[in-house]
């Protein structure tokens, strides 16, 4: 068992800001569902900030007005809304992929859903979503019907729900999400695979068109940990060069 | 520029009203945490203007997210200095290749970085304290918190700079965490 698999044991290199970025996403998900990690965190948190409060530098004095020049003219982002389980599931536009999967369960594999509801949810679709993944078409199909199909969720930034179905026997993976922003048109989404030190590579683009968006990753799938998805130039970059909107861990 | 030296409880106050909205008290917030989020950014990435920008980015970054603080789970103060923390690491790692830092990393390096701490920080009472507590350390624990908290290396970095596996540096850094915790609370 290598360090990677037990989270509770995350924490402090967590509050150091010492996980890798797909590492480090899925320990947050951990984070969500144990209060024992969110109780090692406050405390490694305390400790570490007064490692912070020691330093000290002169701040030049023309920096000052430029903040808070900068401050009067950008808007404060709203609270987050507490988002009721039931209703994001609902609306969460997961049940193809979630369902699929679980109909792959009913027959070999293992299924990872985040959350039990969801899975429960998703079992009653189940029946439909075989119908559906067998019309989806060829490669996606390929993902989802593999005996070992697994599929992950996360929440993107702004509340998106996606998913990566993957199938590390078909060397191969799928990602979905619904209600993606619309983009303008000079602009895409990139997905990333990222690699167990934090590297990325492209794994494919998606039209910002909005609505429900799939496609099957580019191969090689290789041994990425996380699937990631930003917003890049229309063609695609080599690297990222925005902000992740989420980072997808894909076990590894 | 004002200095008072603020109390945890005003500063918590003060950030959650620049959560509302209030930009006089985003300033007070700014004045009272402006030098350490600095002083970190500039030990982290030792360049002054690329700790001035990431200053800026930060204290804007604190404007813009101020509704996120929560007075239960932690001080204003941890929490913009953890806010401080990750984008110094951040940007130390677009900044360089992580083959960059592994070559420079290593004991030797992070027994600089101690050094330099304690240089800086002997000044005051608090400052001595957090020196104290560092030394006081085992070297096995303080050079992997060390090289994490000051260079901004992953434990994955860390754990090739010091030819050690993982999961034994990710247990020293939560022991050393953990010591640092007790040393601090024994002196406070």
Known sequence: MTAREDPHLDAAAYVLHALPPAEEAAFENHLAGCATCRRDVTAHERTAARLAAAEDAPVPGELRARVLERVSRTPQEHRPPAR???????????????????????????????????????????????????????????????????VYTGELSDGTRAAVVVSRERATAAFTARDLPTLPSDKVYELWYAGKAGDLRPAGLLEGTGGRETRVLDSPLGDAVAVGITVEPSGGSAQPTTEPLGVIPIGA | MPHAPETNAHLDALLLRA???????????????????????????????????????VMIEVWRTAGRFRPD?????????????????????????????????????????????????????????????????????????????????????????????????KSRMRKGLDRLRACMEAGS
Not at chain 1, 117 to 132: D, K, L, M, T
Not at chain 2, 35 to 44: D, F, H, K, N, S
Not at chain 2, 80 to 100: E, P, W
Not at chain 2, 105 to 124: I, P
């Open chain 2, 73 to 169: 789970l932690g001080t204003a103060k941890a929490w913009v200095l953890t806010l401080a923390h990750r984008r110094a690491v951040d940007r130390v790692r677009s900044v360089q290749a992580s083959r960059d830092r592994e070559v420079r990393a290593g004991m030797l390096s992070a027994d600089r970085d101690f050094d330099q701490v304690a240089e800086t920080v002997e000044n005051s009472d608090e400052r001595r304290r957090v020196h104290h507590c560092l030394k006081a350390l085992e070297r096995l624990q303080r050079v992997p918190l060390v090289l994490a908290y000051y260079q901004g290396m992953t434990y994955v970095e860390v754990a090739h700079a010091l030819s050690t596996p993982e999961g034994t540096v």
């Open chain 1, 84 to 150: 009721p389980r039931g209703r994001s599931l609902r609306r969460s536009g997961l049940r193809l992929a979630l369902a699929a999967s679980v109909a792959a369960a009913a027959v070999l594999g293992a299924v990872a859903v985040r959350e039990h509801q969801e899975a429960e949810e998703a079992r009653s679709q189940a029946a439909q979503a075989r119908e559906e993944a067998r019309t989806a078409g060829g490669a996606f199909a390929y993902v989802l019907t593999a005996p070992d199909a697994t």
């Open chain 2, 19 to 57: 959560a509302d909205g209030d930009r006089k008290a985003f300033a007070d917030v700014y004045d009272a945490l402006a030098r350490p989020v600095m002083g970190l950014a500039c030990r982290i990435l030792r360049d002054a203007g690329q700790a001035e920008e990431v200053t800026q980015d």
